[in-house]
């Protein structure tokens, strides 16, 4: 499936809107906001039809997967999105990922887990809000997690740079690094850059990491900001490819359309993630071409001059 | 004492707290005032009687229709025998654990980091550590979540 999907789920007492526009969506946040009547709306709607009393507007069928069903369920159900409300326990097995992986579905699950075996964006993580409560509360999905202001104020004033990716992407921020007189270290993966921020919390730190896939592990490192809330900041872009793609450092191959709404272009059915998709973009665009792409070894091409500034406007943006 | 077991208990804790409250739930539950002060807290909600509930969003309903999170409040309360999957709750339900631990022992099972923000002590059962902040509970508990 592909597509941005604005869905409206209600009944005569409360309003739902939800922003989706990837594969997997995760609602967490306080208790009391309104997640479990969501799921309890979309149950009654995918039982009792419209004579439920609910109105569901989606342009494609929402299914709602409970824990006795779910295995049975969810090889039939295509192109549609699939809501899984908290403690269904299965999101968090093996059995569950390989179904997603390569699944025409959308799927939103509630929960406050951490589902590391599924690559889900830190922007799809969401939060409901009221927004207006009068005879009628309306609610809207929001993302739960601010975006980094200043990125390359916050790379040049710091004392670290913890990056997740040790190939191409250190690499080029090993560069610019350099030249502002900041460390730079990798962290190996990204399970790991929980860690390396602990390990030098005193110092000034600057962790870069790919949102696109990121979704499982910002949790705990959000939680370690709040402590200390000007020592240690995350600056999450889709992937480092997708920053060069952004930068147009490829001139006229940019893919400008792909990059202004990307949902239209990822088919969840062949990526897990958005970030596996800009890599192979990337790959694709650059072969045969000076600026060959190369995720192992960055291309030196990229380390020149012109083309570390074009990145730097990225990171900008 | 606050005493938690952060990941995966199998059977010795209740995962889906949603269903075991549908089953165990008993009307007295919500005749002491820890009860009205966290339906009033965390669901902005007030007790009409012990089987109904006065939901500003909802109208009126009955227990099973409060939140996830005051339904394991009342399951940790009410069944101190009990250990149960906290992460039903939210943030906005730390304090009221805090505030059940500091009058019993209360055990519970953690699958992400609650945000308790306020002072507090809580033993890890996972390597008998004991924390007393949010930066000594992280650190202690992001290898298991």
Request: proline share 3%; net charge negative.
């Amino acid at each position: 499936m592909t597509g941005k999907y604005e869905i409206k789920i209600s009944n005569n007492r409360v309003s739902f809107t939800l922003i989706l526009e990837r594969n997997i969506s995760i609602i967490r946040g306080d208790s009391a906001t309104g997640k479990t009547t969501l799921i309890g709306l979309l149950r009654d709607y995918e039982q009792h039809g419209k004579s439920s009393g609910v109105s569901v507007q989606s342009k494609k069928p929402c299914r709602v997967l409970t824990r006795d069903d779910w295995q049975e369920r969810i090889e039939r159900i295509r192109d549609s999105i699939i809501f899984i409300d908290e403690g269904n326990d299965f999101v968090k097995s093996e059995r569950f990922a390989e179904v997603v992986k390569n699944s025409s579905n959308y799927y939103v699950i509630i929960t406050r887990e951490n589902l590391y075996q599924l690559p889900y964006s830190v922007n799809s993580i969401l939060k409901l809000k009221t927004t207006n409560r009068r005879k009628k509360t309306y609610i809207r999905s929001y993302p739960l997690y601010d975006r980094l202001n200043n990125p390359i104020e916050q790379i040049t004033g710091s004392d670290l740079v913890i990056t997740e990716d040790s190939n191409a992407g250190y690499e080029l921020f090993l560069s610019i690094t350099q030249s502002h007189d900041v460390a730079c270290i990798p962290a190996n993966g990204k399970s790991n850059v929980f860690s390396q921020i602990i390990d030098h919390v005193d110092e000034k730190i600057l962790a870069i990491a790919d949102g696109a896939a990121f979704g499982a592990e910002v949790d705990k490192i959000y939680q370690l900001m709040e402590e200390h809330p000007n020592k240690v900041t995350l600056y999450l872009p889709e992937s480092f490819e997708w920053l060069i793609l952004k930068s147009g450092i490829l001139g006229a191959q940019t893919p400008v359309d792909i990059l202004a709404t990307p949902s239209t272009y990822i088919d969840s059915s062949l990526y897990f993630s958005w970030e596996q998709y800009f890599t192979d973009l990337l790959i694709q665009i650059t072969s045969n071409t000076i600026l060959r792409y190369n995720k192992r070894h960055l291309n030196p091409v990229y380390l020149q001059p012109a083309n570390v500034a074009k990145f730097l406007d990225a990171i900008r943006d | 004492m606050l005493k938690i077991y952060f990941g995966d208990m199998k059977e010795e804790a209740v995962y889906n707290t949603e269903v075991y409250f549908k089953n165990v739930f008993e009307d007295h539950w919500l005749e002491d005032d820890f009860a009205r002060e966290i339906i009033k807290g965390v669901d902005k909600s007030e007790v009409i009687d012990t089987h109904l509930i006065k939901s500003p969003v909802l109208g009126m309903i009955p227990p099973t229709m409060l939140s996830g999170g005051v339904k394991t409040l009342l399951l940790i309360k009410n069944c101190p025998n009990m250990v149960f999957n906290a992460s039903t709750c939210g943030d906005n339900c730390a304090k009221y654990i805090l505030k059940l631990a500091r009058e019993q022992d209360v055990t519970i099972n953690l699958h992400h980091i609650m945000r308790f923000n306020t002072r507090f002590e809580a033993l890890i059962l996972n390597d008998n550590t004991t924390v007393s902040n949010m930066e000594q509970l992280i650190i202690a508990s992001a290898r298991y979540v």
